[in-house]
């Protein structure tokens, strides 16, 4: 799906509709929030113009190759990158930061430094092992981001 934008925004978008039609569900008031390749679909979906309160992304990809433009994206952004992620490239996040600057995006990047990929995974530390990753689990980075995000979501939904 990650090579098929177009794909990616209608299975999300469909999920969407799907979660909006709950009983439980106020229909206005979603945010989405992804782990990795989740945390790279949700900000893609902000790209394309996906209209959520918020999307916060915990050591996703942050790369494309369709930057949004001014208008483009309708919601908040919130991204929480290992400093020390080798996934992640430093002129990645000075594209980013710069795509959403000129895209006149709210947006925050957090950068947690000597964290690595999958910070938030407690797991994180074994996994990298068994299938020799640059993945590491860092307990004050996974505390600090899941902080910032419950701050997020309490701005955001309190408007």
């Known amino acids: 799906v990650a090579g ?3 794909l990616a ?3 999300f978008t469909a999920a969407m509709d799907t979660l909006r039609k709950q009983p439980n569900v106020e229909a206005d008031q979603l945010a989405a929030m992804g782990y990795c390749f989740g945390g790279g679909v949700v900000l893609n979906m902000a790209r394309m113009g996906v209209e959520l309160k918020g999307v916060s992304s915990f050591h996703g990809s942050i790369a494309t190759k369709n930057p949004a433009k001014k208008g483009d994206i309708k919601t908040r952004i919130r991204v929480f990158n290992g400093e020390a992620d080798p996934f992640v490239k430093a002129e990645q996040i000075t594209a980013l930061k710069a795509e959403m600057k000129d895209a006149g995006v709210d947006f ?19 996994t990298g092992k068994k299938f020799n990753l640059p993945l590491e689990y860092n307990a004050a980075a996974d505390e600090d981001s899941w902080q910032k995000n419950l701050e997020f979501f309490d701005e955001i939904f309190s408007q």
Do not use: C, L, Q, V
């Open 108 to 126: 925050e990047f957090i950068n947690y430094p000597g964290a690595k990929h999958s910070f938030t995974n407690p797991d994180a530390d074994a």
């Open 4 to 6: 098929n934008m177009p």
């Open 9 to 11: 925004k209608a299975r």
